[in-house]
């Protein structure tokens, strides 16, 4: 079955971009009618969706981060990836990838925290 | 602030039924289907119901969900030490600022 796996720095420095990478593998990125999501949560907090992307390049992002926040998709590495901008503490967070289906994620990858602090 | 809103705790006793409420708006729950995640302590959610009351395969019939209006409820029956968990609804949200999915702020389940 397909699987998830988020990778990336776990420390980045104020102001600086945040970039993580999730690696699907058990299926071609390609294959099927989904999109590919991240979403966060920061600790002891609830989920925040940050935005998606479709194999064929179409994205939609969450309004309040999308002046900041870039998703792209690799097919040939079976692989899509976020990129924030600007960070902030605020923006330190477990961060999720997951399979889309008409707006339901299923299955997730285990979750990545990134932490932002000079 | 989160866009859906649900009660931040609940709970029951063993073999006991609880729900969950999820109250949305128009642009969200009142015109797109629900979907519903559990996280059990230190794990990533996973897809407890979708499209407001279908069962993934491998979630026990004791988990059901149902939509009306603006709200959805999730209805766990017979309930089991291991239910004890955060649950999410979400849902996609139509807003004129830009679409995309919402979610609740989440129920903390405890099972005494």
């Known amino acids: 079955q397909v699987q998830l796996q988020e990778s990336g720095p776990g420390l980045v420095k104020p102001s600086q971009t945040l970039s993580l990478t999730c690696t699907v593998s058990?299926?071609?990125?390609?294959?099927?009618?989904?999109?590919w999501s991240w979403i966060r949560q920061p600790a002891g907090k609830g989920l925040e969706w940050i935005g998606r992307i479709y194999t064929s390049g179409s994205t939609n992002y969450n309004p309040s981060l999308k002046s900041r926040v870039t998703i792209s998709v690799d097919t040939s590495k079976n692989q899509f990836s976020l990129k924030l901008s600007s960070v902030t503490a605020a923006d330190t967070a477990v961060y999720y990838c997951?399979?889309?289906?008409?707006?339901?994620?299923?299955?997730w990858g285990q979750g990545t925290l990134v932490t932002v602090s000079s | 602030q989160s866009v859906l809103t649900q009660p931040p705790s609940a709970s029951g006793t063993p073999g006991q039924r609880v729900t969950i409420s999820c109250s949305g708006s128009?642009?969200?729950?009142?015109?797109?289907?629900v979907n519903w995640y559990q996280q059990l302590p230190g794990t990533a959610p996973k897809l407890l119901i979708y499209s407001n009351n279908q069962r993934p395969s491998g979630v026990p019939d004791r988990f059901s969900g149902s939509k009306s209006g603006t709200s959805a409820s999730l209805a766990i029956s017979g309930l089991q030490s291991e239910d004890e968990a955060d649950y999410y609804c979400a849902a996609w949200d139509d807003s004129l600022n830009g679409p995309g999915v919402v979610f609740g702020g989440g129920t903390k389940l405890t099972v005494l």
């Open positions: 058990g299926g071609s990125i390609s294959s099927g009618s989904y999109y």
């Open positions: 997951a399979r889309d289906q008409l707006s339901w994620f299923d299955p």
């Open positions: 128009s642009s969200n729950i009142g015109s797109n289907t």
